[in-house]
């Protein structure tokens, strides 16, 4: 019988992409459990709050009983290790983030040696979606927005505008 393997998708997730849920989905195929750390990402400015990004989080993924939204803080070394697991799973959508991700891969080897990366490609359909890209488009008022984020992001998107 396989190990029941716990795997991590970290980000900061301002908002949830279908690009993301493309990945974690498949990302649930592959693992026993999969951890959507939504990171409280204190270097950033987001639009949402954390508790705005875990809730769209929780909404898109609540059909997925092994995929399970928490926060953190801080390293996401200790984050991994706190929920027990032994994969990271990063997304690769082009050869910039391949450059990021490789650095970012060894160094968290290096902090956390019994842990492995994985990498998945998204699907041709969401390889261009980036968050940035889509909070850019809604604040602009394109309405094509709604081809790239769940009806739950989209609506989560269009009360933070009209706000």
């Known amino acids: 019988m396989a190990e029941h393997v716990i795997a991590v998708y970290p980000g900061t997730f301002d908002p949830i992409t279908l690009g993301h849920e493309d990945m974690i989905r498949r990302a649930s195929q592959l693992f026993g459990e999969v951890v959507v750390g939504v990171a409280m990402a204190h270097h950033k400015?987001?639009?949402?709050?954390?508790?705005?990004?875990?809730?769209?989080?929780?909404?898109?993924?609540?059909?997925?009983p092994n995929v399970r939204v928490e926060s953190f803080d801080g390293l996401v070394r200790d984050f991994v290790k706190q929920q027990g697991a032994k994969v990271m799973v990063r997304g690769l959508r082009s050869g910039t983030d391949f450059d990021y991700e490789f650095q970012l891969a060894g160094m968290n080897k290096h902090l956390l040696p019994q842990a492995e990366t994985v990498f998945l490609t998204p699907s041709?359909?969401?390889?261009?979606?980036?968050?940035?890209?889509?909070?850019e488009i809604a604040?602009?008022?394109?309405?094509?927005?709604?081809?790239?984020v769940s009806p739950t992001v989209l609506q989560a998107l269009m009360g933070k505008l009209t706000a």
Do not use: H, N, Q, Y
């Open 139 to 148: 604040t602009l008022g394109g309405e094509e927005v709604r081809k790239f």
């Open 124 to 135: 041709a359909e969401t390889m261009f979606i980036s968050s940035t890209l889509v909070r």
């Open 45 to 64: 400015k987001t639009m949402f709050t954390l508790e705005e990004r875990m809730a769209m989080a929780r909404a898109v993924f609540s059909d997925v």
